[in-house]
């Protein structure tokens, strides 16, 4: 046995009048004054940006060499002033984007955070917490505990249920697809099915865990964009019958292109027959589970076995929020429990949970603290008020294009999300001139006008695309650009009637 020193070893370091030892001379630290006036000049420069959004434009952006030209700098040797930094980086950086808040923000899948959600990612990084285990992190862990009980409930999963935060429906998708393989006992061949409306994260995600490509399979859609039922139970026979091993069926709740909503009920008694996995991309169109009109129209979401939503999508938080939960808990535990000698000193005890048990992440931010502060700020009576405008919104945009004589409705609307195209009652255009004429709209709204909008192909049909989902999005917003939509395919035609570039 080593013998036990006699006290403290004295260290080399001299002492301040307090006891410690001197300041580390990487001048990393600022003076409490200097951290205060620059918190308020972020938060200032901040506001001003969310109360000017509405009279810019929902896009900014600029080519790669003038932006490297301006910004491809060897770092400096001795600091500037931190103001001037923060300036820059509000002046001169962070403007170029993509500006999701925007209210005629229509592309992708827009959003608009909180403001509490702004202020607790400022906290948490504040507090610099790392959530991996309840050693590092009890009160954020039990917070972490709390929103996913609020989403279980939400969705109606049993109180076996449960969860974990994750950067985003990526990350959602991968660790479902890792509980599944390892659910069905990590099978050869392992082959997963989805729509062929499928969000390309699906994909991503079962070739990430093995999952050969010819073993990812691509179900056709009904007229709706749903997916087809009886061509998912013909092509898992199939592929049982040549030796393939189905282990998870994705269902959308909520298609990136058209907001279509797959026969959840249905999809769930042919798993549940069948004993294969469902999972249920909710990323968008999860949380409007929280209205009355969601809720029926996700009914069957509860019967999966795992379900991803985005909480910085439909519920208003800043990016990263998304989530997984599993109709049981053990399943992720079982996936993703691994024992390491470093960590040993973080277990602590029954129910007391490690979410690095749970997914992919060691190191983890507080997610969880954004969303409750939201939530406990407005309450949820206004989220569901602002989850349920986009709906409204979307059913009147439909009403619009339907009483519009030159434009066209290629889906109905779905949740938030409306398909649709220049294509005039009057003029009998085929295929390839609609494609170029409603090309050349997209373009000049991208270009002209203050919205910003994206495309799709819907059965090889170019469709324009509204996603109108943002709390600060009001009909004025969402009727002035079906107007300027109008406006440039009445002038595109006028030009060239018969839609030749």
């Known amino acids: 046995m080593a013998e036990h020193s006699e006290g403290p070893r004295e260290t080399t370091s001299p002492k301040n009048e307090s006891g410690r030892g001197s300041e580390p001379p990487d001048g990393l630290r600022m003076a409490p004054e200097l951290m205060l006036d620059l918190a308020r000049k972020a938060a200032e420069l901040l506001v001003e940006r969310i109360e000017s959004l509405p009279q810019e434009s929902a896009w900014e952006g600029d080519f790669h060499q003038i932006l490297a030209d301006q910004l491809m700098e060897d770092p400096p040797e001795h600091g500037r002033p931190a103001e001037e930094v923060l300036e820059r980086a509000a002046r001169k950086i962070l403007p170029i984007a993509l500006r999701l808040d925007h209210p005629r923000q229509f592309a992708f899948v827009p959003t608009a955070p909180t403001w509490p959600g702004v202020l607790a990612d400022f906290m948490a990084a504040g507090y610099n917490v790392n959530q991996c285990t309840w050693l590092t992190s009890s009160g954020p862990s039990q917070l972490e505990l709390v929103v996913i009980d609020w989403l279980r409930r939400w969705i109606g999963y049993p109180e076996s249920a449960g969860g974990l935060l994750t950067s985003g429906g990526s990350a959602a998708s991968l660790d479902a697809f890792v509980a599944a393989r390892e659910n069905a006992g990590h099978p050869e061949r392992a082959t997963v099915y989805m729509s062929d409306q499928s969000h390309s994260a699906q994909v991503r995600a079962a070739r990430i865990i093995g999952v050969r490509p010819e073993c990812i399979r691509k179900i056709p859609c009904d007229e709706r964009f749903r997916l087809d039922v009886e061509a998912l139970a013909r092509i898992v026979a199939e592929d049982r019958a040549a030796g393939f091993n189905p282990i998870a069926v994705c269902a959308n709740a909520g298609a990136g292109s058209t907001g279509a909503i797959d026969p959840l009920e249905a999809m769930a008694d042919y798993c ?49 929020a998304g989530g997984l939960l599993v109709k049981n808990a053990r399943t992720l535990e079982n996936a993703f429990v691994i024992p390491h000698d470093m960590l040993q000193d973080t277990i602590w005890g029954a129910n007391h949970p490690n979410f690095s048990d749970r997914g992919l992440q060691l190191s983890r931010s507080v997610r969880a603290l954004k969303i409750w502060m939201s939530v406990q700020t407005f309450g949820m009576a206004a989220f569901r008020r602002a989850v349920s405008n986009g709906m409204e919104l979307a059913v009147r945009a439909e009403e619009y294009i339907r009483a519009s004589p030159i434009l066209e409705m290629l889906n109905p609307a779905s949740l938030g999300i409306v398909c649709f195209r220049v294509n005039p009652e009057t003029t009998a255009l085929d295929e390839e001139a609609l494609g170029k004429i409603n090309r050349n709209v997209l373009a000049r709204v991208f270009w002209e006008d203050p919205a910003f909008m994206s495309s799709t192909m819907l059965r090889k049909k170019f469709s324009l695309r509204l996603c109108i989902i943002n709390h600060t999005t009001t009909w004025d917003d969402v009727r002035e650009t079906l107007e300027a939509i109008e406006r440039f395919g009445r002038e595109a035609l006028l030009k060239n009637p018969e839609g030749r570039t």
């Open 272 to 320: 549940e027959a069948e004993r294969i996995w469902l999972h249920v991309d909710a990323a968008y169109g999860g949380f409007a589970i929280v209205t009355e009109r969601g809720k029926a129209l996700l009914q069957g979401i509860e019967r999966a076995d795992s379900i991803g939503l985005d909480a910085h999508k439909w519920f208003f938080q800043p990016y990263e």
